[in-house]
């Protein structure tokens, strides 16, 4: 059945779904690659659609696959499908144009964090609404983290209790992700990168481990587990 979106919601999710999945090994575009039998992206969406606040939906699907995925998605949930850039900056840029008027609170959320709940949807757009500009869901760093030179000989020990590591969904002021895509320069991995180029605070709210990023052979094989086991 088709999730009906909520027409009084504040928030609008960008997510990037056009890259290759390069780090997963050879096949179809990474989105569109099955995880107990339904793409990513159909698992992405399924749980994005479920969070409460959510007024629309808008996926960069790669450019070659735009047309499959709109027909893919729409048993899931009413979406807006555009084609994605060659960097994922400029795939969620592309979602971004797509916002229509209304929603004034923009999470971006990569399609490879497919089995990411809902519940985390709404604590990263619950924390803008209450003041923040910009907000992202991070875990604490578990492993010792070394500082090695380019032959792997150790430089230092890195103090892990102020690293984390970060999420999506991250949520923004939309007004401040435009902002900051207007502004952006070389490619960065996240967009509260380029938050922080502006000059703008990010705020950290806990991450969730179900949002794993879906990136190797083991993440897809441990989201396969997860989802075996109830997740
Ligand atoms: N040109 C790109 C590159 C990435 N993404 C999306 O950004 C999210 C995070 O990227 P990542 O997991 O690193 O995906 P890939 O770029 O596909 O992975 P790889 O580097 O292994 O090819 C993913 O949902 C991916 O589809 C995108 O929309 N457009
Ligand atoms: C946005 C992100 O998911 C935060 O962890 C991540 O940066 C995406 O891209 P990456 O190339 O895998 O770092």
Request: some cysteine; proline content about 9%; aromatic content about 0%.
């Amino acid at each position: 059945m088709t999730a009906q979106l909520n027409p009084r919601g504040d928030v609008a999710v960008l997510v990037p779904a056009a890259g290759a999945g390069v780090r997963l090994g050879p096949g179809a575009p990474k989105a569109l690659r099955l995880l107990a039998g339904e793409p990513l992206l159909v698992h992405a969406v399924r749980r994005i659609a479920a969070a409460p606040s959510v007024h629309t939906v808008v996926v960069a699907a790669p450019a070659a696959d735009v047309e499959s995925v709109r027909a893919m998605l729409a048993p899931v949930a009413t979406v807006t499908v555009v084609p994605g850039g060659a960097e994922r900056q400029a795939s969620v840029a592309a979602a971004l144009a797509a916002v229509p008027a209304g929603p004034e609170i923009v999470l971006v959320h990569d399609a490879a964090r497919a089995l990411t709940p809902p519940e985390l949807v709404e604590s990263v757009a619950a924390a803008v609404r209450a003041g923040h500009d910009a907000v992202i869901p991070v875990l604490p760093v578990v492993d010792t983290v070394k500082e090695v030179d380019a032959g792997e000989r150790v430089l230092g020990t890195v103090d892990r209790a102020a690293l984390r590591a970060v999420q999506t969904p991250q949520g923004f002021r939309r007004s401040v992700l435009t902002a900051a895509h207007e502004a952006a320069g070389d490619p960065l991995t996240d967009d509260a990168g380029l938050v922080e180029k502006l000059g703008v605070p990010v705020d950290c709210v806990p991450g969730s481990e179900l949002a794993l990023k879906i990136t190797r052979p083991f993440d897809l094989a441990l989201a396969e587990h997860l989802l075996a086991t109830g997740a």
